[in-house]
């Protein structure tokens, strides 16, 4: 599968989330701490805000991410307030190509999927006819990731432009309960897994969900706190009881210290300016 | 746009097609005589027929062809018998992708695509609609001619063994047909350009179809003789009475001798074994 | 061969050289105007000087400019006040890599250059048995131009800290007359053509020089003014008396407007801030 | 570092050791057995060996080997009597490309490469400039590796003609003392590994040796047999007393049967048509 890392906070260097940390994402491609395969050297991505743009950049390559020059010197001068970035491992990798990298977009939207949509296949066109033909059309790639967010994106036209993440949890969960729907007809005995981060660059909403076993879900941690430091190559959050400047969501911790918190499984994280707002249940 | 040839006959190495001939299929990737954008520089693919192995071979790519090593040395010491051979130049450029690359196979035949069908957008979500599911799973890229090629592998598929150029061509016949009818509903005022090769490694149909002017269809050429030969940089077809050993069917001559003749606007070239067994009109 | 685009001034986005000119690089990339191969599809490369960071970034790739989607959205949100953007048409086609793309870096400078030093491979041995173990081992591929850049970073490290056009002209001077005499020694019918840029973020010298008869000198243009604007699509100087706030030295025009003034051959152009401070003779 | 699979033998379809026995060199890309890095995603290459081609074809590409499409199809269909293979873990991750990717060849020789010449960057220049202008011109990338076969090429070379193992195990050893030179002068507390495959393609030399301890030197592992049969996904060696038909030296035993026989350190393997002529110590 894959690995995930998202920041929402004062600016920073993107190479603070991807190059810097002792696991840092670039780290976690070949060295995944809490996965049994040990390698996501399936193409990488990273999608970023920028002020005075609403659509976020995004750089995505089918090459390893530890060996990608481009990426390196990128991260080194790019800063950005709202960061997400993802290294793929391909479930059948002789599907590696850009289009099946993430982070996908939408408009202002961004989203990245660490899991799996069991039984895709069978879902795959019973969930296209759903689709707006805008939606539709915007899917390049096989992966169930992006037809998932295909459907979201629909969900979020629908609710229209109301920026705040209780509104985007609403769509993500009326997305989920489709997908449940396709499920229990054409998939029934598969599982699904959908860790995910959804953000429009001031809001986001972060998903640790499956039908499995909960003890089966993909591992998913948060950490907020004043600011995010990297030091020497050692990178931290500095806590205060001051309001935070920096808040994170990624598939495994990025440094040692404690603070990391394991995202409960089955729930939303929702996130606003650099806080956590609320967790929530994903079905009602 | 972008080029082919298509060889069918005496195993020859696939170099004498690629890269020796004075306008061969990489000189043409930077150089094409017969079209206005002078570039085919969005990837390139080559699928050939190997004795005991009933699937084709292939070979494809995102970077142009005149600069792929790989392509050069497998053009060097590979011989075939029925090779199909391709030069992108994207419609819309950003969509370059190895699944967007040419030739597209499904089981034993290969198919590969110089042309256009105007107005696909608005016509994919119907043709997608009719497709088995064999067909619709077995797309991965986003191309006008791969979506074509799934309905025509329907076909096909439903008129089963028989390999012979007039099955196929009563298949190619019905899939141009259900597109007119997709047009006619969908999208009325654009043109269909259809110049293809579709072979099952002992017989073929080359197809010249447009629903434009017939001045406006793109170029296509048939070569027939007895052998083909390169000889210090000129390659030749050697044409003698008896019994043919090669054809070729190619978007530009591959050479300057005036035996190249133009395939008629709206036909098929049926071949088999190496010889072209008949011309017939696409629509009855 | 290749084009290239440099800019001095005050802050613009990368897509204003890159993508919006009527003549952008990109477009230049598949449609020289001035050059007999339309062709620049061997790779490309951009290198962007960003407040606090002494060295530059850069992103190169083998794949041609006109279809990678990264380049176009790093151009679409990347501003800088100085820029090197270049398309490569590899003189061996066989040589494409990362490596051999331009703009090569050596610690606070970016240099690219459009041409060929006839003989090379004759002098490159020689070349390199001046170098420093430094710049020796800073060489990554194998094009004349990397080779050229490492013989003029000993240069400009043994002048040191000035950082004015005048001090960085005069190590480029000593290495082209380091060159010519390699010519004069080993390949003395080959001829130098060198229109290149140097910059270190805040001055720079562009060069246009040739062995050969003046006629034969690559085209080198530029264009000072107080300011580089885009505007639906067409991109022009605003010229006023006033002090200007940008320059560009480009191979062709970016624009239709008149202001584009050629280089004159073998003569340097001196640039500092976003000013022309100086034409010189690069040979005294 | 690396792992390579090399057969000598009665033709076989490369797909026999790249991709279907249970430890194939694709499988030990992602999962090496006997190194603690669990990685070797920094390109790959195949050499092969086709009748009535004296220079052998090169596939070789900076994508991992486990994702690569052309790879599967390429060695679905390919059979050769001698092939080389090899996948890539870089010492230095930030030197991926085609260039740097072994197989090595030099006219009719192929050459890869599991180690490191420890201190390479201190005997890189001392040991160019020993080199013949050929083989000094013939380097294409920055690996140890190449450079050491470019130095092992000019012996060759000086040997002329005679095709026989022990004539190429001379020049090897010849190679050796000139790098063990270098090495006392230039990197003394370095250590070099030299875990090689060369071959013309009827003979070869594989080669284990390093200076460190004998306990630290890379695995290599020799298995002769009768005939090379892939079942089921089930590949082994059928022995008989019988004279053999095929040969394999490979990083890793291909299968679990217990006829692979671990070469000795700092020996010799001696290879002619299919079977081991000799082993013989690297050093006199």
Same mark, same amino acid.
């Given at each position: 599968m894959c690995r995930f890392v998202f920041y929402l906070g004062t600016p920073i260097a993107l190479g603070s989330l991807l190059?810097?940390? =002792?696991?840092?994402l670039i780290h976690q491609s070949f060295h995944?701490?809490?996965?049994?395969?040990?390698?996501?050297?399936d193409g990488f991505g990273v999608a970023w805000y920028v002020p005075g743009h609403e659509e976020p950049a995004c750089f995505r390559s089918v090459?390893? =991410?530890?060996?990608n020059q481009n990426l390196r010197d990128l991260a080194r001068v790019t800063t950005s307030g709202c960061v997400l970035a993802h290294v793929r491992a391909a479930t059948?990798?002789?599907?590696?190509s850009e289009a099946n990298c993430h982070p996908f977009r939408r408009g202002r939207y961004a989203f990245m999927h660490n899991g799996d949509l069991g039984g895709f296949e069978a879902m795959r066109r019973p969930l296209l006819a759903e689709l707006s033909d805008e939606a539709f059309a915007s899917?390049?790639?096989?992966?169930d990731s992006e037809h998932f967010f295909a459907l979201l994106g629909d969900g979020l036209d629908r609710l229209g432009?109301?920026?705040?993440p209780r509104t985007m949890a609403e769509a993500f969960r009326q997305a989920v309960e489709r997908v449940l729907e396709l499920r229990a007809r054409h998939a029934p005995v598969e599982h699904v897994y959908l860790n995910t981060v959804l953000s429009d660059g001031h809001a986001a909403v972060a998903c640790r969900f499956t039908?499995?076993?909960? =003890?089966?879900a993909d591992s998913l941690y948060r950490h907020c706190g004043r600011r995010y430091v990297c030091e020497e190559g050692v990178c931290r959050m500095v806590r205060t009881?001051?309001?935070?400047?920096a808040a994170i969501v990624s598939?495994?911790?990025?440094?040692?210290? =404690?603070?990391w918190e394991s995202v409960p499984v089955n729930h939303f994280v929702l996130l606003e300016g650099s806080e956590v707002t609320a967790l929530e249940p994903v079905l009602a």
């Open positions: 190059t810097e940390p =002792a696991n840092s995944s701490h809490e996965r049994e395969e040990p390698l996501n050297g090459t390893p =991410a530890w060996s059948q990798s002789l599907q590696v899917i390049r790639g096989t992966t432009e109301p920026r705040e039908t499995d076993e909960p =003890a089966n009881r001051g309001r935070g400047e598939s495994e911790p990025l440094s040692e210290d =404690a603070s």
